[in-house]
Structures are given as structure tokens and as C-alpha cells.
């Protein structure tokens, strides 16, 4: 590592010799040259700063009289051990007077301490352990070849094999109406949509979503100076005719509702699109963890069922590899796709090319199938115990029916009930659960729980919902 | 890969299995399912749509006897061999009539086709050849293990590790003032710059950036609907003088002008901070490729001489990683750094978790700085033989002094040559370069020539200079 030391201005060999001197001095006081480091070679930095050596060896000396170097026989010159960097003596950045736009000016996310609790009922995550990590190590080196480097430069449009096999993946599977072209790879579904809403969003522009809904998306519209509108969402789904009339986008999850879990009534879905033609608006379809499905037929999307180009339909595989592992893709109608490929390129160029071309590969070889299949075994078993688990609480919670997904949500008998001190108590337990409350913004309360089981291990679960049961019941005999 | 059939609605026997026999049709005619692939098993298939097997026995009886299917004794089902699957008759989305927003109807990026010339002296490629592939791969294998990707979760502020090892990197060998909290880690330049404006920029909020300027950074600006000035630079960097007092965010490059090269003196840089001070604005300096070092001495980064928290720095690593791999980082003063992180998490969350940790070890165990030296020294010797053949063309070209980067660039001296002219008559020739006029906006064109030194071998570089004497003796001849 070269240090950096600059002489820039005109002087005498004099004031070079203090120059650099309170370059190492700073350096060492600041935490950035910690004890025990050694530092260039006299000979080195003399010549790498154009000067005498002389000059340095005069800095240098001045150090060791003054303790902050030690000079070892034969092995060069330190930093004294004695000079302990300490995280207080670091440099931060100044702190400066700039304020953000005043639609920055929010409370930071909390982040809830995960590790302390016993069992992890959290919603959106997968289990890691279920992933072929090996397999995966094995594409990515592939990937990490001079031939297949050398094809990236900037500017590409990345993995088009990836675009290839997403449309063959989507097709098949999710019977969605896309050739190779139309398939526009991203860093996940919140990349995706920020792509939609770059292109689509005004300030002002107002967009309807569920309300209970997905609140990441809903911040993330409105930090696009978006008015965000929240719409009922009942037993099949989101309310059409509670829309508003001046909505220019709908954002919706109609295989596995977020967080609901309910799936979009066929009637619903014919009725939104209907809406979208006589409204001039634009649906955005989230389809964000539909691949593990437990009933005999799939929801059919809102995008196959689009005769007129009104469905942008979004995706992740955060849910079927890992949420390390960014990979998402946008589905759009030809019209915005020109539009939409320049916001990718002017904010992220290509993407990140090895983990485009391993999960090429890993759905060619078919790794993708096989693995949702085996975790969907895995989840199916783990759902189960949920629901057995919630069946004990019948008489106070109703399972909302799903087909699809990661969780499970039961809503409270007693629409009275309040989930916040379900979810404090059930913590208290050691159980990590969300409240339905918490994902609510301008439709009244439905309480509830939402229970994920991508996080915690078949053994693991009576346990967990028999806390989760006292928790509840401590909570609604209050 | 499961087929996606869907028999919803009600409905007697014989219509679900016209509805099996179109599903499959429609996947075999418009290129889903391709000849020669198989098909489900009628009892498989029978089990996931909860229908008797006689039903998809029937289904698959009709598509036999029409010869869309073949069925194989003891091995199946298969699409017809001869159902080739064609390009034109796979399934495209719909074209829809939805627009995007005005901002986006530009004309689409055009790429050349890189390929087709004999020798690339394009700007802003490093060279892929460099790269230490091997260390990369066996780091980032590091990182594809169980016990690392279980610390990965969402709503993570991204490795940790890696922020300590950016801010060490830039104290030590940038003299840039950061603590690991102070580093936010973004996947290249692009996504900083574009974060920043997030933050920063307002609808018309004006933006002053360096006439010639890095365009693509300017297109970003716009499509946050900033006013986008070009300011002049002249032989000491951007004209301080010229700067609109309304601008709120001045964009600059200062090591090494992009694209001239040139580096902003130490007036100009200090006169441009006290500007800022004086104006109440914001600057982003893009220190992009100045890790490529030939003077003695470095420059000194604004970000380090700022007194006043004013000044963003950003910084990538894909000059000295490859494009191809996305990293890069903001340091900002501590006013912007919760608005930026919250913003990096409403679009991004953490990134690739992978390359940032693969990053980290990189950086940590010297292999950096160790790959950074031994390119420099390449680098160093194509630089001189580009000067050598730009010698030769003193008396119509002036090289713009530099002391960084990988590419340089000569003015002519006749301000009404035509460079793009040049450009042309170069590609006829097998090479490829830039004008400067290209680079232009706002600002009267000062024609040039931009010569990268990333993509082509020294012993290529004295036929690429020759040929490109030819076009441009011929250009000035004309």
C-alpha cells in the first residue's frame, strides 16, 4: 500500500522534511498507520516523492527521537508498538451543514436484534441451508474465466442467455408471454420496480397498492415523489372497485398477497385489468414467491391474462437461491421496454455478470427445478406444522386461505385484538413474529399474525407455536 | 420444469381436457416446448392438476393422433421432432400502448460494434488480461460458504468488513478522511452518483458539471429532472469562475479530468471549495481511475482539503477489478450518510453480499495494491509509446498534461479541425478512438483526441499510433 504523502507547493528541503514528517505523524495519530506497521523503506519513498534521501531520513529520524518510529536492525523501520490504534482516534468524515431533500428526512430503519431469539417466524426469507451452495460454487467459477470475462465490457445488456433462459423459465412454469427480449435482468424485484417507477412516476403521480401491503415498496414510490394511495384487500384479494379513479399505476402481489398470503379471485383479476384499460393505467405484478406452490394449479398471472400490454410483471429469485445472491427481472409490455432498458443502463450499467451467467447456468441444467422442488417438499412439511400449530388457536384465529409462498397469515376473531402486544409478548418467548397491524397504512386494522417458515426447521415449529399460542392467549385474556 | 397448465373454472371432464390439449398446443406452436423435448407423464401430470389420469391420457391421445406428440415404448412422451422450435414463432409480450414519462423518450444508446476493429484505443476499459483471475475465484469460492451466506440477511448495511477495508485503502494511499461507518458501499460509480442525486437533487434543482464531461453521468442527472450546465475546463480543470451561482451540486473529476485528463490545479481546487462554502452547494468528486499513478506525487482529493463537509467523495473499483464485477463507493460528509444509506436500502439493499466480501479479502491481503502496482508499470510503458506516436503528430496535435488514468488526450492546434472526421477515417482503418467533440454539451468544442491505453498491447500500440497519424494527417490535409 502506498502511503499517501503529497509536497505539492515550492520549498526548501527544510520544509519537505516537515511536510513529510507531519504526513507519518497524522497518519499515526489518526489511526490510519497503526502500531507495528512498517513503513516504506527510505530509499522507496524518496524516490516515489522525488526527493533526496536524505530528506526522508531526516523525517524518519525526527519520529524515532520522538518515539513514534522504531527502527529494527536488518528489517526496517516501525510504527512503535506503544501506538495502539484506537477506534476513538479513527478520522471520520466531517460532518458538514448539506441536508438531504426533505423526502429523505425520515427515521432510520430499525433493524431488530434476529440472533437473540429462539425461533425465527419472520416472513420473506428462504432457508439458506436448503440452497445447492455447491452446485452454485461450481457455476460461479465457470463464470470466472478470462473467455467469459473478456465478452463484458460496458455497456452490454448483459447475460442475454439469462434473458433466454427466464423467458423459457417463465413460460413453462408461470405460462408468461415472453420471448428472451422482453425479459429485462436486474439486481432483485426492489431494483426492478425502482426501474418501473422511474419511467412511470411523476412527481405526484398517484398509485394505488394493497393496504395491507408491502411497505418497502411503498417507501420506495414515494422517495420517487409519488402519492401513494393504500386499497382495501379482502378474501379475494384487492378491492378493484375501491381503487381510485386517477390512479396511473397499480402495484399489486396477486399469486401470494403481501402479506395476506390470498390469492387474487380469477373474477378480481379480469375486473383489474378491465380497470387498467378504462383508467389508462399501468399494473405492476409482483409475483415475488409464487414458485413454491402448494395447491394442484398455479394461479394464472395477471401478465397472461393481458390482452392489451398493461402488465409490467416483476420478479425475484431471492426466494428460490439466496437474498445474498441479488437476481430479479422485469417482464414489461413492449411499449416501455426501450425506456426501461436506458434506466438500467444510465444507473447500473449491465449488472454483475458472474452471478447472471451462473444462474444462466443454473437453470439451463436444470438446478433451479430441482432445488424448488426439493424445498417446496420441505416447505409443504414445515406449512403443515403452522397450520397444526394454528388449528390449537381456532377459536380466536382464522387461517387466511393461500396456495403459495414463504408464510402463512390467521386474523384475530376479535377485530379488537391487538397484535403489537402479541408480537411483544411472543418475543418475550423467544418467538420473532410480524403483526398484520404493522403492515397497514391507511385501511383500518385487520389484526393478525404472519407467519413465516422459511427460517425455522420442522423440529423446531410445535415448539415455537405452542409460545406463540401462550402468547396470544395471555394477550386476548387481558 | 413443471408445465403451467391451468384448468380454473368450473367445468365437466371433456373440457379439461381441451383445455390440457390447448395448453400444450399453445406451448408446442409458439416455441415453449421445442421438438424432441418431453413431456410430462400422464400420471405426473394427472397428480399436479388433481384430474383422473384418463383425462391427460386423452388430452395427450389427441395431440398424438394430430402428430404434435410422439410417444417413445419405455421412455415417454416427447414433442414431436419435427416441431422445430423458430425464433419468430416464439411468444413476445404484448406491445401495449402505455408510454413512458417525456424524460425517457430519447433515441437508444448506440453501441459499436467493438469487435470489428483492429485496434481499440477506446477510453475507461482497463485491461481484463491484468486481472489476478485466480486469487478472484478462490476468493470469492471463500465466500460461497454455508457459514458466510447465513449472515446474510435482508435490511443488512452490506460487509462491514469491506467498508473498514475502503476506508483504510483511501486513508492510506488517498489521503481521504473516512472511518469504516463513513463508507457506503454501492455496486460501481453509477449507482453512488445516482444515490447522491437521489439525496440531492430536486425536480430542476441545477447541476454544474465539467463541458467536456463524462455524458453518461450528465444523462443520470437528467432523468432525476435536474438543469445540467456545462462549465469550461481549461489547462488548470474546471473553470471555478464559470460556475452558475444557482448550481446546488457541482460535479467534477479532478485527479483526471474526464475526458481530458487534465488534473485541477491547487488554486482551482481550493477556490472551488470555498465556492461551494460561499454558495451553499454540494460537490461530487469522481476520483475514477486516478489509482493509476505515473508523477511522483499524487493530487490531492478535494474530499481531504474539505473543511466544510461539502464534498462527496465516489470512487469505483472497476478500473482495477473489471467492468464486469460491480463495486464502488461514496464517502459523504456525515450530514448525508443516513439519507444515502436509507436510499441504497430502498433500492438496493445490500448488494451483492458475495463480491463485496470477496472485495474485502482482496483488499486485505494485499492483493490490491499488489495487482494495482503491476498494472501501473504496464500501463506506464503503453502510456509512453502512445506519447511516442502522438510525438510525431506534434505539429498538429498538443498532448493535454496528466499524471493518471488510462488514457490521454491531444488537442489540435487548428480549433477548426474536425475530429469526428478523424475518428471516422481512424475506424476506416481498423482503430477505434474517440473525438473530444463528443464529449462536448454546452461548451464550444475544443476538437481532440481521447486514447485509451486499457484494451490494446504495447506492441500494438505503434502500428494503432500510425494508423492513426494517417487519419489524421489526412483529416487536416483535406
Given at each position: 500500500?502506498?502511503?499517501?504523502?503529497?509536497?505539492?507547493?515550492?520549498?526548501?528541503?527544510?520544509?519537505?522534511?516537515?511536510?513529510?514528517?507531519?504526513?507519518?505523524?497524522?497518519?499515526?495519530?489518526?489511526?490510519?498507520?497503526?502500531?507495528?506497521?512498517?513503513?516504506?523503506?527510505?530509499?522507496?519513498?524518496?524516490?516515489?516523492?522525488?526527493?533526496?534521501?536524505?530528506?526522508?531520513?531526516?523525517?524518519?529520524?525526527?519520529?524515532?527521537?520522538?518515539?513514534?518510529?522504531?527502527?529494527?536492525?536488518?528489517?526496517?523501520?516501525?510504527?512503535?508498538?506503544?501506538?495502539?490504534?484506537?477506534?476513538?482516534?479513527?478520522?471520520?468524515?466531517?460532518?458538514?451543514?448539506?441536508?438531504?431533500?426533505?423526502?429523505?428526512?425520515?427515521?432510520?430503519?430499525?433493524?431488530?436484534?434476529?440472533?437473540?431469539?429462539?425461533?425465527?417466524?419472520?416472513?420473506?426469507?428462504?432457508?439458506?441451508?436448503?440452497?445447492?451452495?455447491?452446485?452454485?460454487?461450481?457455476?460461479?467459477?465457470?463464470?470466472?474465466?478470462?473467455?467469459?470475462?473478456?465478452?463484458?465490457?460496458?455497456?452490454?445488456?448483459?447475460?442475454?442467455?439469462?434473458?433466454?433462459?427466464?423467458?423459457?423459465?417463465?413460460?413453462?412454469?408461470r405460462s408468461v408471454v415472453a420471448s428472451p427480449d422482453d425479459v429485462l435482468v436486474t439486481a432483485g424485484a426492489q431494483q426492478a420496480i425502482d426501474l418501473v417507477a422511474r419511467v412511470l412516476v411523476a412527481p405526484r403521480t398517484l398509485v394505488a397498492m394493497e393496504d395491507p401491503g408491502y411497505f418497502a415498496v411503498r417507501r420506495l414510490l414515494e422517495t420517487h415523489r409519488?402519492?401513494?394511495?393504500?386499497?382495501?384487500?379482502?378474501?379475494?384479494?384487492?378491492?378493484?372497485?375501491?381503487?381510485?379513479?386517477?390512479?396511473?399505476?397499480?402495484?399489486?402481489?396477486?399469486?401470494?398477497?403481501?402479506?395476506?398470503?390470498?390469492?387474487?379471485?380469477?373474477?378480481?383479476?379480469?375486473?383489474?385489468?378491465?380497470?387498467?384499460?378504462?383508467?389508462?393505467?399501468?399494473?405492476?405484478?409482483?409475483?415475488?414467491?409464487?414458485?413454491?406452490?402448494?395447491?394442484?394449479?398455479?394461479?394464472?398471472?395477471?401478465q397472461s391474462l393481458d390482452r392489451d400490454g398493461r402488465v409490467v410483471y416483476v420478479g425475484t429469485f431471492s426466494k428460490s437461491l439466496l437474498p445474498a445472491l441479488r437476481a430479479g427481472f422485469v417482464v414489461p409490455p413492449r411499449s416501455l421496454l426501450p425506456a426501461l432498458r436506458e434506466a438500467k443502463r444510465v444507473t447500473a450499467w449491465e449488472g454483475d455478470l458472474t452471478?447472471?451467467?451462473?444462474?444462466?447456468?443454473?437453470?439451463?441444467?436444470?438446478?433451479?427445478?430441482?432445488?424448488?422442488?426439493?424445498?417446496?417438499?420441505?416447505?409443504?412439511?414445515?406449512?403443515?406444522?403452522?397450520?397444526?400449530?394454528?388449528?390449537?388457536?381456532?377459536?380466536?384465529?382464522?387461517?387466511?386461505?393461500?396456495?403459495?409462498?414463504?408464510?402463512?397469515?390467521?386474523?384475530?376473531?376479535?377485530?379488537?385484538?391487538?397484535?403489537?402486544?402479541?408480537?411483544?409478548?411472543?418475543?418475550?418467548?423467544?418467538?420473532?413474529?410480524?403483526?398484520?397491524?404493522?403492515?397497514?397504512?391507511?385501511?383500518?386494522?385487520?389484526?393478525?399474525?404472519?407467519?413465516?417458515?422459511?427460517?425455522?426447521?420442522?423440529?423446531?415449529?410445535?415448539?415455537?407455536?405452542?409460545?406463540?399460542?401462550?402468547?396470544?392467549?395471555?394477550?386476548?385474556?387481558?
Open positions: 500500500m502506498d502511503l499517501h504523502i503529497t509536497l505539492e507547493g515550492p520549498g526548501d528541503p527544510d520544509t519537505r522534511v516537515a511536510r513529510i514528517y507531519h504526513a507519518l505523524r497524522e497518519a499515526m495519530l489518526d489511526g490510519r498507520l497503526a502500531g507495528g506497521d512498517r513503513v516504506p523503506a527510505t530509499r522507496k519513498l524518496a524516490r516515489q516523492l522525488g526527493v533526496a534521501r536524505g530528506t526522508v531520513t531526516a523525517a524518519y529520524d525526527r519520529l524515532t527521537a520522538e518515539g513514534f518510529l522504531e527502527s529494527r536492525a536488518g528489517s526496517g523501520t516501525y510504527v512503535a508498538a506503544s501506538l495502539q490504534a484506537k477506534d476513538g482516534v479513527r478520522r471520520r468524515a466531517r460532518r458538514g451543514a448539506v441536508r438531504p431533500l426533505p423526502l429523505w428526512d425520515t427515521e432510520p430503519a430499525t433493524t431488530s436484534p434476529r440472533n437473540l431469539r429462539l425461533h425465527d417466524l419472520s416472513i420473506g426469507l428462504p432457508d439458506p441451508a436448503l440452497f445447492p451452495l455447491e452446485v452454485w460454487r461450481r457455476l460461479v467459477s465457470g463464470q470466472l474465466r478470462r473467455s467469459r470475462l473478456e465478452e463484458a465490457t460496458y455497456g452490454g445488456r448483459g447475460s442475454f442467455r439469462l434473458q433466454a433462459e427466464i423467458a423459457r423459465f417463465l413460460g413453462l412454469s409519488a402519492v401513494v394511495r393504500g386499497v382495501p384487500v379482502d378474501d379475494e384479494g384487492l378491492v378493484v372497485d375501491a381503487l381510485p379513479p386517477e390512479a396511473r399505476l397499480v402495484y399489486v402481489t396477486p399469486s401470494h398477497q403481501f402479506p395476506t398470503g390470498v390469492p387474487m379471485s380469477m373474477a378480481r383479476r379480469t375486473a383489474l385489468l378491465r380497470w387498467a384499460v378504462e383508467h389508462d393505467a399501468v399494473i405492476v405484478e409482483d409475483d415475488y414467491d409464487s414458485e413454491y406452490r402448494y395447491a394442484q394449479q398455479p394461479v394464472e398471472p395477471l452471478t447472471q451467467g451462473a444462474l444462466a447456468a443454473f437453470l439451463a441444467e436444470g438446478h433451479h427445478a430441482a432445488h424448488v422442488r426439493r424445498a417446496t417438499r420441505v416447505y409443504r412439511e414445515r406449512r403443515g406444522l403452522v397450520l397444526d400449530g394454528l388449528a390449537g388457536l381456532g377459536d380466536l384465529l382464522g387461517v387466511v386461505p393461500s396456495v403459495a409462498g414463504l408464510h402463512l397469515c390467521a386474523t384475530f376473531r376479535d377485530p379488537s385484538t391487538d397484535d403489537a402486544a402479541v408480537v411483544t409478548r411472543a418475543a418475550a418467548r423467544g418467538v420473532r413474529v410480524e403483526g398484520l397491524s404493522h403492515h397497514h397504512r391507511d385501511q383500518p386494522v385487520r389484526p393478525g399474525l404472519a407467519i413465516g417458515f422459511g427460517g425455522i426447521d420442522a423440529e423446531a415449529i410445535p415448539d415455537a407455536m405452542s409460545r406463540l399460542e401462550q402468547a396470544v392467549r395471555l394477550t386476548t385474556q387481558a
